[in-house]
Every structure is written in C-alpha cells, then in structure tokens.
C-alpha cells in the first residue's frame, strides 16, 4: 500500500516536499515513481528512484528543480519540489514498480506493471 501526502498550496517560486509511504513491502525491491495529472491533460511522468542501486530519473520540465529520495528506515519515497511554477499544479501521485527496472523506463514509458498506486495529493502553486 501507498500513501502519498504533502501537497498544499504554494505560491510561484515556493518549494514543497512530497512523501510516499509504503507499507506491506520493503522499499528496496521496487522502483517508486512520482506522477502527476494536471487538470484536462494526461498523466506524465515526473521521477522515479530504483530503491535496489539509489538510480533516478528525472523528466525535463522538473530537473534541477525536483529531488527525489528513499529512507528505507521509514519505507519511504520523498520529492522535493523547489522553484515551482504554476506549471506544476497537478495532482500528484506515487506508485511502485517491480525492481530492477531503469528509472528513466518508469518516467517515460509505460512498459512495464504497477504493483500499487498511492491516492494522489494535490499541489497548487499560485502566481
């Protein structure tokens, strides 16, 4: 199970970080990606960590800006999101992949199964 929280709203400029709990598996067998869905458009990609070899992947609109990372002592996924713009609103969601799977697979294809997705946390960044 995922759960996925942190989100609020922020004005342009701000930064939030994210948090994905996982319960029910340990963190280093999977891949956990970080997705998000703005209103009236599809669900896009934004980073993902292999918890198995600490390997990320992040997709252009949000590197240099976003920063994922893993503790493993608390089985969970964080993405620190700095400098965001209103670009960013969306909601946010975190979901797990059966590792080894390349990160940059997770973010930018879906070619490959999700074992569990998180209910999504919304972020509002306003100008």
């Known amino acids: 199970q995922l759960q996925a929280s942190g989100g609020g709203l922020v004005q342009a400029g701000g930064s939030l970080r994210l948090s994905c709990a996982v319960s029910g598996f340990p963190l280093e067998n999977f891949a956990i990606g970080w997705f998000r869905q703005a209103p009236g458009k599809e669900r896009e990609g934004v980073s993902c960590?292999?918890?198995?070899?600490?390997?990320?992947y992040y997709a252009d609109s949000v590197k240099g800006r976003f920063t994922i990372s893993s503790d493993k002592s608390k089985n969970t996924v964080y993405l620190q999101m700095d400098s965001l713009n209103t670009e960013d609103t969306a909601v946010y969601y975190c979901?797990?992949?059966?590792?080894?799977?390349?990160?940059?697979?997770?973010?930018?294809?879906?070619?490959?199964?999700?074992?569990?997705w998180g209910r999504g946390t919304l972020v509002t960044v306003s100008s």
């Open positions: 979901a797990a992949v059966q590792a080894p799977i390349l990160p940059v697979v997770v973010v930018t294809t879906t070619m490959y199964d999700v074992v569990g």
């Open positions: 960590i292999s918890n198995n070899d600490g390997a990320t």
